[in-house]
């Protein structure tokens, strides 16, 4: 028998269920009709259910005692949580072997179904679709050449992780969190991007720019990167002008939900009254999740997804930036050689970074991060601007020059350096220790693969050459072109 109150019924958390119902309702598939189906009343308590499942499973990520708690007396775990769900019948959410098992027999239970389906409409948030269906063909082309290449340089899970979004604003310089493992080597906060009328004139023109170069693709932004956004004490109206520029409330990632708890809710509820269902907090210690379970009830935290960085939870953090300086230092003290296999970046834009304080952007993506590139991605290109004109012809040039959708005659042609180069009598094979890439089954492959590996030709002397030898134009060039989008030629800005 439950000991906490049930929801009222027409407020779920900081919205009204009339607004939640209608912010599923465009993720309702056919599978989760019981969204639609159920009455306000069960629906109310059903979505009660399910933010409870969820913040048990909050709590059993990051804190390794409550698991041991959950092992060895459930039912007193739950209740020093103040949770109310029944850990029995959650199982197979805490155990995946057990959700396997129960999945290929078709028998799981309904409330795990249920927080599996909420879990899948609230992850289908930031729309990939709209990247892709960008207009700007140049912009997607080299996208999808930028993300071939990244599945060749990280692990699949990685690469299969990371959103290769469009854009990103820093709305401050610099981050007041300073956190230890900062992946992209955020320095102190320094300076504040206001919401003076200057500059939030420049930034509705920055915004309907990009919407004229990227069109939907643009709406897929967010507002943060070597920032924390809520340092900005006028980041929630930057994100107000965003959503009426561009049509999507960006999606916030914070580590200080609990700085401000009254801003931190507000904006929540403005983020899902404006259609936006995922924010993210970082949660830096178990004593900030604590703190953070005690100011929001699980229906208010129903739409943030929460990521454990604190120690316990164990999670992996990727070795770029500040962590990768920190797993250098321990490689040094161990006599040891960094780990490879670590994951090297969780960079995750491809496209234009931009500083709004210091008016500065960037064409960036993401590759793991080395000695030349230390926090996990790569600039092909960058400038200041002071107006918008000049930010256009930044753009305009950086499209040109970097995005073409093809090879152009007078490109020279060679492998990415990081690939190890095969010979086959019929083609060849080109490789790192995640990927093999193979061209085969032509001995015309072959000698191309060795025209690319030596790297001093341009492509309209590789397809004069292989003219001399029969091979006709645009058959070498479908081929470099092939391989072009694959992403195996090397595209890195010149040193
Ligand atoms: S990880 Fe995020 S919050 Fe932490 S220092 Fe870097 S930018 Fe700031």
């Not at 407020?11 to 599978?31: D, P, Y």
């Not at 499973?57 to 949580?81: G, H, K, L, S, T």
């Not at 939030?200 to 507002?223: D, M, N, P, S």
């Not at 970097?402 to 010979?423: C, H, I, T």
Request: charged share 25%; glycine share 4%.
């Amino acid at each position: 028998m439950s000991t906490i109150a049930p929801p009222h019924i027409q407020q779920l958390g900081l919205v009204s269920l009339a607004q939640i119902r209608q912010l599923l309702s465009s993720q309702i598939a056919a599978e989760t009709h019981w969204i639609k189906d159920l009455s306000d009343q069960e629906f109310a308590q059903e979505f009660h259910r399910i933010t409870h499942a969820q913040r048990f499973m909050q709590r059993w990520e990051a804190d390794p005692q409550f698991r041991e708690q959950v092992i060895n007396n459930p039912q007193q775990a739950v209740a020093r949580y103040h949770l109310d769900v029944d850990p029995e019948e959650i199982k197979p959410l805490w155990e995946p072997q057990l959700l396997e098992q129960l999945q290929t027999a078709g028998k799981l239970p309904l409330l795990v179904e249920r927080c599996r389906d909420f879990a899948q409409a609230f992850e289908q948030c930031n729309d990939s679709n709209l990247i892709a269906a960008s207009h700007n063909r140049h912009y997607t082309a080299w996208r999808s050449r930028q993300m071939n290449r990244l599945s060749s340089q990280v692990p699949q899970w990685l690469s299969e992780d990371i959103g290769h979004f469009p854009v990103s604003f820093e709305l401050s310089q610099g981050c007041s969190i300073g956190c230890w493992f900062c992946s992209v080597s955020a320095p102190t906060l320094e300076d504040i991007f206001f919401y003076t009328p200057e500059n939030a004139q420049l930034w509705r023109k920055v915004l309907e720019l990009l919407q004229e170069k990227l069109g939907t693709a643009a709406g897929e932004g967010f507002c943060y990167w070597a920032t924390d956004p809520l340092d900005n004490p006028d980041y929630e109206k930057f994100l107000c002008d965003y959503h009426e520029i561009l049509g999507v409330f960006p999606q916030t990632t914070t580590a200080q939900p609990l700085k401000n708890i009254n801003r931190t809710k507000s904006l929540l509820k403005l983020a899902l009254e404006k259609g936006n269902r995922l924010n993210r907090f970082s949660i830096l210690s178990l004593k900030i999740l604590d703190k953070l379970h005690e100011a929001f009830t699980p229906e208010e935290l129903a739409f943030v997804g929460l990521v454990t960085q604190n120690q316990e939870a164990g999670i992996e953090k990727a070795s770029a930036g500040r962590m990768r300086e920190y797993n250098q230092r321990q490689a040094t003290k161990k006599e040891q050689v960094v780990d490879e296999s670590l994951p090297g970046t969780n960079a995750c834009v491809s496209g234009f970074l931009f500083n709004m304080v210091d008016r500065s952007v960037k064409l960036v993506s993401p590759c793991p991060a080395s000695d030349r590139f230390p926090n996990g991605y790569q600039v092909h290109d960058q400038t200041t601007f002071t107006t918008v004109d000049e930010l256009r012809t930044f753009l305009d040039k950086a499209i040109e020059t970097y995005m073409p959708l093809s090879l152009r005659p007078g490109d020279r042609v060679r492998f990415r350096s990081d690939l190890k180069y095969e010979e086959f009598e019929d083609g060849f094979h080109v490789s790192t220790r995640f990927l093999t890439l193979k061209f085969r089954n032509d001995p015309y492959l072959k000698q191309l693969g060795k025209v690319i590996l030596k790297g001093d030709k341009t492509v309209s002397q590789i397809t004069s050459l292989f003219n001399i030898c029969g091979t006709s134009t645009p058959t070498t060039l479908k081929a470099l072109n092939l391989m072009f989008a694959q992403g195996i030629l090397a595209e890195q800005p010149e040193e």
